[in-house]
């Protein structure tokens, strides 16, 4: 048996429909219902709907063989699991925004409102520049508006969040997208298994561009 940690939402629909077609479907899963665990024994898989920035410490501490988790959480949290693919779908980008007339006094640390403090910290540190991380745990669009901060540094999808809030976009950090992860271990012990998934998820890849 896999067990596949799913991230709930939106994108987990369309991994679970990739995960279907690529034969390891679970048709109970769409079935309306609260329940967050099913499983079709015919095809060893279960899976587990779970918010989508816990998806990796599923993984990591091998509650989940594997899962799908965005590139944010994965640069963010550092877990220690496999990156096995690149899906291609969720894709947006990592990026600093500000409000239009934004202007850098470097003469004094950036205030940076994000929800992803290792990121930003990391992309300042690499360009020299202090800062003054303000953790938010979300709407972080409202910080520079409210001038609690700066700068933000968040996910951008459509851009339409930050021009509805008169902000642009000044630097792109990393472009992101969901990546199939797998456990260390369970890597090591189902090792056949979850290859073979890889390469029939694989294929399933960029099939409906
Ligand atoms: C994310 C992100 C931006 C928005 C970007 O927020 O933090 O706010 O989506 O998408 P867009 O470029 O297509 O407008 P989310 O919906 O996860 O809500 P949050 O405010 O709780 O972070």
Redesign the pocket.
Known sequence: MINIALPKGRLGEKVYAMFEAAGYECPSIKEASRKLIFENEAKGVRYFWVKPSDVSIYVERGAADIGVAGKDILLEYSPDVYELLDLDIGKCRMAVAAKKEFYDDNQRALKVAT?FPNIASKYYSSICREIDIIKLN????IAPILSLSDVIV?????????RENNLEVIDTIVPISARLIANKASFKFKTADIERLVESIKAQVNRND
């Open positions: 929800k979300g709407s972080i669009e968040d996910i951008v999808e459509t851009g339409s969040t930050l």
